[in-house]
């Protein structure tokens, strides 16, 4: 179990015993304690600082080091990367992914829907975003590719992908979503969904460390 007490700052830092006025005095200097996280001690780019006796860590870093997105804003955004299966549910609608793992060389989300509405729902998959915070790792973009199904048919083949139809009343559909091409040794993935008429996002926070 992860056990973390400290704060946070945002951004860059160099202090070196230095007081300053804002709306009253504040002293601060670089903090010579170290960071041990799951047993193993940790070395930060940015100096870990002591501001009045509490002791602060660079932001990003931090989240890196532990597996967590973030999004500097207003608000700050901080999410936890999990493992599959993964579960969201909002309003009368469930989007469960089930499982990643290659096909012949293609990544392949498998997903469950679950319509609990009394009319027929659309969802669409709207792409991920890949090794996003993840240390040492460049950020990336890819979209995706709904399964393929082909009916018989002579000179009549007639494509159709996973998640093209609307999701019936009451009815829970199973099916695999083909993800862009994701480079080897991928830690994370933030997968996207939205309902038909945008009131609903489904972001899904995967870590992928092991699986790609």
């Known amino acids: 179990m992860k056990k973390y007490i400290i704060g946070f700052i945002c951004g860059s830092l160099f202090f070196s015993g230095v007081s300053f006025a804002a709306d009253s005095f504040l002293k601060a200097s670089i903090s010579k304690s170290k960071v041990i996280i799951d047993g193993s001690q940790t070395t930060f780019t940015e100096p870990v600082v002591t501001i009045n006796g509490r002791l602060y860590v660079p932001l990003r870093e931090f989240t890196q080091e532990t597996g967590y997105s973030l999004t500097v804003g207003d608000p700050i955004i901080i999410e936890k990367y999990n493992k599959l299966p993964q579960t969201l549910k909002k309003g009368d609608i469930t989007i469960t992914l089930n499982s990643l793992k290659k096909v012949n060389e293609e990544s392949m989300l498998n997903i469950t829907v679950k319509n609990e509405n009394?009319?027929?729902?659309?969802?669409?998959f709207t792409g991920t975003r890949a090794d996003f915070n993840a240390k040492n790792r460049k950020y990336y973009t890819t979209g995706g590719q709904g399964f393929t199904f082909i009916p018989a048919g002579?000179?009549?083949i007639i494509s159709k992908e996973f998640l093209d139809d609307y999701i019936e009343a009451a009815e829970e559909v199973t099916g695999d979503v083909k993800l862009g091409t994701l480079a080897k040794g991928t830690q994370n993935l933030l997968i996207h969904f939205k309902s038909g008429d945008g009131l609903s996002l489904f972001d899904f926070y995967v870590d992928t460390a092991g699986l790609i």
């Open 154 to 156: 002579n000179f009549n």
């Open 118 to 124: 009394n009319i027929s729902k659309k969802i669409e």
